[in-house]
């Protein structure tokens, strides 16, 4: 057996060597958890809107026939991600957020026969969740079809949280709430939004 058989490994997993790193502790912890399903950017630019965290999930699926060749229903699922940490938080902030993603929809979604969904997720991490906010983003829910559903939906939705508070409240289909609350295990949260829509599919 060689030499270079017997080395032990100084391989560092890929999805951690090559993300972005947070000089807030808890946002790069929260990366750490986003890092194997997202791609992540620093300090995002979003409608003139600055983000501390930006993560782009894409999912793509098609249905074939005997060879890869012999495809058809070819689908594109997205899911952009924007958090940033927040001194207080209102329904008037949050109602910001919501027309932000309208906008953003307009300017980033290609609506064709192969779009199937997108998502706009914001998060901001407060010092604490008012009980006006909390009822507002637990019963929000603001989905809109594109071409009557031909070119697939979008939809808006809403995270808030407090760390220091172990808190957090999320809109219907905002599963990815989960990696933000580090009090939890991630594998057993709840499956929703487009997260849980991927491992239904995957079986």
């Known amino acids: 057996m060689s030499g270079t058989d017997d080395a032990p490994s100084d391989e560092v997993e890929p999805a951690r060597a090559e993300r972005p790193e947070w000089d807030d502790q808890y946002v790069d912890a929260v990366a750490d958890r986003l890092a194997f399903n997202y791609d992540l950017e620093r300090d995002h630019d979003a409608g003139g809107e600055r983000f501390d965290l930006y993560g782009r999930l894409t999912i793509e699926s098609q249905k074939q026939v005997l060879h890869q060749s012999l495809n058809w229903a070819n689908y594109e699922t997205v899911e952009h ?9 209102s329904e008037a902030d949050l109602d910001a957020l919501v027309d932000l993603g309208h906008d953003l929809a307009e300017e980033r979604i290609d609506a064709d026969e192969e779009h199937h969904g997108t998502e706009f997720t914001f998060v901001l991490v407060a010092p604490r969740i008012p009980e006006s906010v909390r009822e507002f983003v637990s019963g929000f829910r603001d989905r809109t079809l594109l071409k009557y559903g031909y070119y697939g939906a979008y939809e808006v939705n809403l995270v808030v949280v407090a760390p220091d508070r172990e808190d957090a409240v999320a809109s219907a289909e905002a599963d990815v709430a989960a990696a933000f609350e580090l009090w939890r295990d991630l594998d057993a949260a709840e ?4 997260l849980g829509r991927l491992r239904t599919w995957l079986g």
């Open 81 to 89: 991600l924007f958090a940033r940490r927040v001194d207080g938080v």
């Open 191 to 194: 499956s929703r939004g487009l």
